[in-house]
């Protein structure tokens, strides 16, 4: 049996259209565990409701200072009810749908044309030639002495 108490009531979703003061014509009656509606044989209009939505029990209870609502569930009832703990993934926030995996790469392996003009240092004869090397791009030296 799981059991909890909010302030929060969800009576106005049993609520009918009809204009009326009479109780139990306000709201969809022959609630149980099975069926969603209020209890009028438990409830009292003035102190106390039992009503019962989608499997679960609520009854709200008129104090001094607001109205409370208890409510339980009994998980023996229908079996749709997981006993675990739920746990964000806070990497997984803002991600509505599945990464798009390219799996057609090929890498061709013995040829490295990427790199191919940085191993021809050996024909650097001085410093400003260095400076200007690489496919354009310049090397930054510093003197580290």
């Known amino acids: 049996m799981i059991t909890g108490s909010t302030n929060n009531s969800r009576l106005n979703e049993l609520r009918k259209y ?17 069926s969603d509606g209020v209890d009028y044989g438990v409830s009292s209009a003035i102190e106390y409701v039992t009503y019962y939505i989608g499997g679960i029990k609520y009854i709200d209870e008129t104090l001094i200072d607001g109205t409370t609502t208890t409510f339980e569930y009994n998980a023996n009832n229908n ?3 997981l006993d675990e703990q739920y746990i964000k993934n806070p990497n997984k926030e803002k991600i509505i749908s599945n990464p798009k995996i390219n799996d057609d790469v090929f890498i061709t392996r013995g040829e490295q044309s990427a790199f191919n003009k940085n191993y021809r240092l050996e024909f650097v004869e001085n410093l400003v030639d260095l400076t200007t090397y690489a ?3 310049y090397f930054n030296i510093i003197n580290n002495t």
């Open 79 to 81: 079996g749709n009810f």
């Open 18 to 34: 009809t204009v009326t003061s009479n109780f139990a014509d306000q709201y969809v009656g022959g609630g149980s565990w099975t």
């Open 135 to 137: 496919g354009g791009k």
